[in-house]
């Protein structure tokens, strides 16, 4: 199954409707195929993640309400029973990083932005899941750059694990992802 994320615009980020309507579908998805691809119709970015405006503009027990389901959403594709990879063409920081790294497999257009954690860098601590997860992909000396919200270009995501390869445009990126499940079917 295929998941085109089309969220908030401009960076294609999540109110905590819309990480709600993300995690039915991906749930959803694993139920009804044998995996699941990631992708975003927006070219420039994978995802921001949770959206600022929305949370600024909510009240405390909102926001609360949204940053929690966000970590929790994490546990939940982290333990999701079928396979599932993220074609990543654009940015992927904050939010868009933790659901990247949630994924199994990450590939990463070469043109892409950046890919990381940037919580840090507006105030907000990063959970010990997260930084968990991190341990389970990169290579351990790289994840505290990660904690501190260093971004990273394609190349250098993919000299630290952060992502599995790096495709030259969107059809090799996606020929590159369709690949994988096909190693991962015939297993």
């Known amino acids: 199954g295929v998941l ?3 969220t908030l615009p401009p960076n294609n980020t999540f109110n905590l409707e819309l990480l709600g309507q993300f995690m039915e579908k991906m749930e959803e998805l694993c139920s009804s195929h044998d995996g699941v691809l990631v992708a975003s119709s927006n070219p420039k970015f994978f995802s921001n993640g949770l959206d600022g405006s929305f949370l600024l503009k909510a009240d405390k027990a909102l926001r609360k309400e949204t940053v929690t389901q966000m970590i929790r959403a994490y546990g939940r594709l982290v333990r999701l029973p079928k396979p ?18 949630a994924a199994d ?3 990463m257009l070469s043109t892409a932005g950046r890919i990381g954690f940037s919580e840090l860098a507006v105030g907000l601590p990063l959970p010990l899941c997260y930084i968990h997860g991190m341990h389970r992909i990169v290579q351990p000396s790289a994840v505290r ?9 394609p190349d250098e995501a993919l000299a630290i694990g952060l992502i599995d390869g790096i495709a030259e445009d969107t059809e090799k990126l996606r020929a590159m992802c369709l ?9």
Do not use: N, P
Request: hydrophobic share 45%; charged share 20%.
């Open 84 to 101: 599932w990879i993220v074609e990543i063409a654009g940015y992927a920081m904050a939010g868009g990083a933790v659901i990247s790294s």
């Open 4 to 6: 085109t994320l089309d």
């Open 105 to 107: 497999y990450r590939y």
């Open 145 to 153: 750059s990660l904690i501190e919200g260093t971004a990273y270009k």
């Open 179 to 187: 690949k994988r499940f096909d190693g991962i079917f015939r297993m």
